[in-house]
């Protein structure tokens, strides 16, 4: 195919009984996008995921791959392919092996796949650990043959199950530029789920942020970030005070917040506790009305005018800081 | 005292003690004993200690040791095979197709529930239901499927293989089932996602995972049939042997010398066949 497929989602719904578990969500991935699936455990995202790869049934709606219903066909048909929570590589293969798995099972000969294999190791960097078991390999290099053990399938959308979530902090942060760039090189679709918000935000050209079975924003990260639609999203992505205004609710970004004189202000608030961050003071402030506001001030700024725990200060914000929230 | 308890080497070898002790007591001191007897002389009626090999050169001189053994490598070969293909089947319906744990565990203690009941009454319930004018027969004259009663029924190699077969097919879906439960699931899926068919998941994934099962299975089938003499002496009735009867028969006859000298070939012989097994898979990692 010349031009990469488009993958969409039409009123894909999955039930278990009668637990509702995707709750007939619509989307559009545009092809070679990057897109995450975030949300808390249990809001759907795996599931979506699984339905995707061909994993769970569909109990209604469609997933549809560059037009074709693919939502019955099985995994290996449908031009995607999956890289596993905990890379479910098979213990008793070697890398090559399990990299070559695909074109073993469709009957290509012993010499053509070892070499496609130590094309794709290449890919990833793994030439070196190529005839070692999967047990003598790091977490970050299981998940080079993981990748490069779907990329040989030449899938037009690569969907990961939360990928980065069994390595630690460090590698997890090296891996997602790895992930990233391989992403830009192939051009392909990734689908990859994810609770966390700062691996969505740093991976995803567009975040799809679901919650109790339905999506409750989808677009490019930083609208996602900067205009919350919802309560939830404000507050899963972090960074941002719900504030309850004669208005309505709206969401303002901590470091939108500003101090001022008590009453010169659009609210007043009382500081809780003050937290030094490095570059930044957190305030954590209880306003009028009983909410709980944090305010994040540069450092030189809140220590050229100190100010100490049970104070009184008012807060002010711009107009465009202010995104109504959805009912 | 305190000082020596202290040591960690000391305190390992107590700990270890116990166990060694009774290994030593119940295991290695009777093999020995069987050894040294096996040496021994006898006459119609006494036995004495000498160390000579007329014992050794009657059993291996004997043409009927050659068949008797044969004979019980065929009893074990056919056994083994149908306890495989059946115990593989069972464990794999009970691991890969019963998805509740409550229903896997009710299934698995259903299997468990004939070794509430004796060996050897499991074996003889066999007799009534195969016999010239038993269930079986009665049944296929009734429904007209034969004439005649089916004279190979019983007391012939076929009950014999049958009641082994009935008798230690749990002894390999009690590994396989083992094993098969330790396969993470996401590796079938991820089988299907690189597009294996079933059989395909099958050869390629869960049977090479599964093979320290299928081998500690095949260990106990084989030892246990090899040194059985009971059921071949009831299944067959008393028409077939193998080395399990050839000794019982040795003792019937006070003749320990030369049925120790059958056991320690017996022994010998079945240790190869698990050595030759144990060079195929390693099971240590099982254990």
């Known amino acids: 195919m010349s031009t990469p497929p488009d993958l969409e989602l039409v009123s894909l719904t999955k039930r278990y009984g009668s637990t509702v578990a995707v709750d007939a969500i619509n989307h559009h991935f545009h092809a070679g996008v990057y897109a995450c699936l975030l949300g808390p455990s249990g809001c759907g995202k795996s599931s979506t995921l699984r339905m995707i790869a061909g994993h769970e049934s569909v109990s209604d709606g469609s997933v549809v791959l560059g037009g074709a219903d693919v939502s019955h066909l099985p995994p290996a048909k449908r031009g995607t392919a999956m890289m596993f929570q905990n890379y479910a590589l098979f213990p008793h293969l070697s890398v090559t092996d399990n990299v070559a798995f695909s074109l073993k099972m469709k009957g290509v000969d012993t010499a053509t796949r070892r070499k496609r294999a130590l094309e794709m190791l290449e890919l990833v960097d793994m030439t070196a650990q190529a005839e070692r078991l999967p047990a003598q390999l790091s977490g970050g290099q299981q998940q080079r043959v993981a990748l490069a053990r779907a990329l040989i399938t030449q899938p037009q959308v690569l969907l990961l199950d939360e990928p980065l979530s069994a390595l630690d902090p460090f590698l997890r942060i090296r891996m997602r530029s790895e992930l990233k760039k391989l992403q830009r090189e192939l051009g392909i679709t990734f689908v990859h789920v994810t609770h966390g918000q700062d691996e969505a935000l740093a991976l995803a050209d567009e975040i799809v942020v679901m919650n109790n079975a339905v999506i409750e924003q989808a677009g490019p990260a930083r609208e996602v970030f900067n205009a919350p639609r919802t309560d939830f999203v404000a507050r899963f992505m972090g960074g941002h005070n719900v504030v309850a205004l004669p208005q309505g609710r709206v969401a303002i970004r901590s470091d939108r917040i500003g101090l001022t004189e008590p009453a010169q202000g659009r609210l007043d608030g009382r500081i809780v506790t003050i937290e030094y961050q490095g570059t930044a003071v957190t305030l954590n402030l209880r306003a009028t009305g009983d909410q709980d506001i944090a305010a994040l001030i540069p450092e030189e700024e809140f220590f050229a005018n100190p100010l100490t725990e049970g104070a009184t200060v008012g807060l002010t914000w711009d107009d465009a800081a202010m995104h109504p929230l959805r009912a | ?287």
Request: hydrophobic share 55%; charged share 10%; aromatic share 14%.
């Open chain 2, 1 to 287: 005292m305190q000082n020596l308890l202290k040591s960690r080497h000391i305190a390992g070898w107590l700990l270890a003690s116990p166990l060694a002790v009774v290994l030593a007591l119940f295991l290695v001191l009777p093999i020995v004993m069987i050894v040294i007897v096996s040496f021994w002389g006898a006459t119609e009626f006494s036995i004495y200690p000498a160390f000579q090999f007329d014992n050794y050169e009657f059993l291996f001189g004997s043409p009927v040791t050659y068949s008797v053994f044969l004979n019980t490598f065929k009893y074990a070969a056919i056994t083994w095979v149908f306890t495989l293909v059946i115990g593989f089947t069972v464990a794999y319906f009970l691991a890969f197709h019963v998805h509740s744990l409550t229903w896997q565990v009710a299934l698995f203690l259903l299997c468990t529930i004939p070794f509430w009941t004796s060996n050897i009454i499991r074996m003889i319930s066999w007799i009534p239901f195969l016999g010239r004018n038993g269930l079986a027969n009665s049944t296929l004259i009734s429904w007209g499927v034969i004439d005649e009663p089916l004279e190979w029924l019983l007391f012939s190699d076929f009950s014999v293989i049958l009641t082994f077969v009935h008798l230690y097919t749990l002894f390999m879906v009690v590994p396989i089932f083992n094993t098969m439960m330790r396969i993470d699931k996401s590796l079938i899926e991820a089988a299907y996602d690189n597009g294996a068919t079933g059989f395909q998941t099958l050869t390629n994934v869960i049977i090479p995972l599964t093979k320290p099962g299928i081998m500690i299975g095949s260990i106990f089938v084989v030892t246990l049939v090899m040194g059985d003499f009971i059921t071949v002496r009831f299944m067959s009735g008393s028409q077939s042997a193998n080395v399990g009867r050839l000794i019982s028969n040795d003792i019937a006859l006070l003749q320990y010398p030369s049925a120790a000298a059958t056991a320690v070939v017996l022994l010998v012989t079945v240790l190869i066949v698990i050595a030759v097994l144990l060079r195929f898979v390693d099971i240590r990692k099982e254990l």
